[in-house]
């Protein structure tokens, strides 16, 4: 399913809407997670984004992770299982009114990678012209590739990629992540 990139101002709800569902996803774990942040743009005050929850969960192992799969499913998230990068566990939920996408679940046993996305999300959030350059580049990039979700996301890269880096961050263990 193909889906048009739609930014939206800011929402002071996505912070509350994260916690909600940290608390209700952290006891379908059967082995709890290290680690549950809110990350993403709706996990940047002030930033323009698509109207996704992303939620990362750092787990000691992937394998010890899948069998929490069901219980988060039957709080609506759908496994992709057929998602290309096998470094992580992906689930996403959809609106029931219009099926557009409302959660991301990205879990991941490889901590480097967890923290590069948190620095990134930390970066923005301590300076406020580093947010507004990157909000900048997401309604260009929205603008030109709207019915391209994924060159929206790929042309995002290299400015993420340069900020964590600049921050110490490590690399990407994948080199794009679709």
């Known amino acids: 399913m193909s889906e048009a990139v739609e930014l939206h101002q800011p929402d002071p709800n996505w912070a509350a809407e994260f916690t909600a569902t ?28 698509k109207p996704i929850i992303d ?23 759908i496994h992709r ?21 409302s959660h991301h679940l990205h879990v991941h046993e490889h901590e480097a990678e967890v923290r590069r996305h948190l620095v990134f999300r930390d970066c923005l959030r301590a300076d406020n012209a580093l947010r507004d350059a990157y909000a900048d580049l997401k309604l260009d990039l929205a603008d030109r590739f709207r019915d391209d979700r994924m060159a929206y996301s790929r042309h995002k890269t290299a400015f993420v990629d340069a900020v964590v880096r600049a921050a110490g961050g490590s690399d990407r263990r994948v080199p794009w992540n679709p």
């Open 55 to 77: 939620i990362i969960v750092l787990v000691d192992s992937l394998e010890a992770a899948r069998p929490s799969i069901p219980a988060l499913e039957a709080l609506g998230f």
């Open 22 to 49: 940290r608390d209700l996803i952290l006891p379908c774990f059967v082995v709890p997670p290290v680690l549950v942040e809110h990350m993403g743009s709706t996990a940047v005050p002030g930033l323009v984004a």
């Open 81 to 101: 299982a057929d998602y290309s990068d096998t470094t992580k566990i992906l689930l996403m939920k959809r609106r029931a009114e219009d099926q557009s996408r």
